[in-house]
């Protein structure tokens, strides 16, 4: 089986920085993908890593360590339109099949 | 580009009915098209994969006479839930691969809200 875990909720102040985790135990692990999904709409992709290290791209990034089974995703300088869900999910073998994770609701303050 | 409808956006229905709802991939072939399903404040759950011209494969629990998929062509699938009841009230998201983006992209929908009375 696969387990693919992230916090449940968080909570930060706008302008600020946040980093969201994700842990996966999984064989044949062939990819990562971050999303971003609001109440009622579809996933959005942010981030994609196969390799280990830091993708940046704006205010988002991702990293992944895949001999750790662990990655993050950094949003900084927080957005009230940033409050969303985020999902990671990890591709296993050579197809596109996704697994996500449980998810991590995100509410941004002022 | 890579843009995916889903049709309809909402939809009730009795319970008994039958309701089918389309996805289509509009400026790519999907060769791979996805079918999830998401219960509120939760994550997404794959229900079945479909490759054009050939039998959807279903997860583990996911029956597959009740939920029955269909992948005609390279741009359209379709989910039609059968004998709907209350329980199967979800939102319903499907995806694409294919042509477009990075091989092992998919493309989401906007998805689709069943609320079965």
């Known amino acids: 089986g696969q387990n693919i875990d992230q916090p449940t909720e968080m909570t930060a102040t706008e302008g600020a920085i946040v980093q969201i985790n994700c842990t996966y135990q999984?064989?044949?692990?062939?990819?990562l993908f971050w999303y971003q999904q609001h109440a009622g709409e579809a996933p959005t992709f942010l981030s994609y890593n196969v390799l280990d290290g830091l993708e940046e791209k704006g205010r988002f990034s991702s990293f992944l360590s895949r001999s750790k089974g662990y990655s993050y995703l950094l949003l900084k300088e927080l957005q009230m339109k940033d409050s969303a869900s985020y999902l990671c999910a990890v591709i296993v073998g050579g197809g596109n099949k996704l697994t996500f994770g449980t998810g991590t609701q995100l509410k941004v303050e002022l | 580009g890579a843009v995916v409808s889903q049709h309809p956006s909402r939809v009730i229905c009795k319970s008994g009915t039958s309701v089918k709802i389309e996805c289509r991939s509009l400026?790519?072939?999907?060769?791979?098209m996805f079918w999830y399903r998401q219960f509120p404040k939760k994550s997404l759950m794959l229900m079945a994969t479909?490759?054009?011209?050939?039998?959807?494969?279903?997860e583990q629990g996911v029956e597959k006479d009740k939920f029955l998929i269909n992948h005609a062509s390279l741009t359209l699938s379709t989910l039609t839930v059968t004998s709907a009841h209350p329980e199967d009230s979800s939102f319903y998201i499907c995806s694409a691969a294919g042509t477009s983006g990075f091989y092992n992209e998919q493309f989401f929908g906007p998805g689709t809200r069943l609320t079965v009375l």
């Open positions: 479909s490759n054009e011209g050939s039998k959807a494969t279903y």
């Open positions: 999984t064989s044949g692990f062939n990819g």
């Open positions: 400026d790519f072939q999907a060769t791979t």
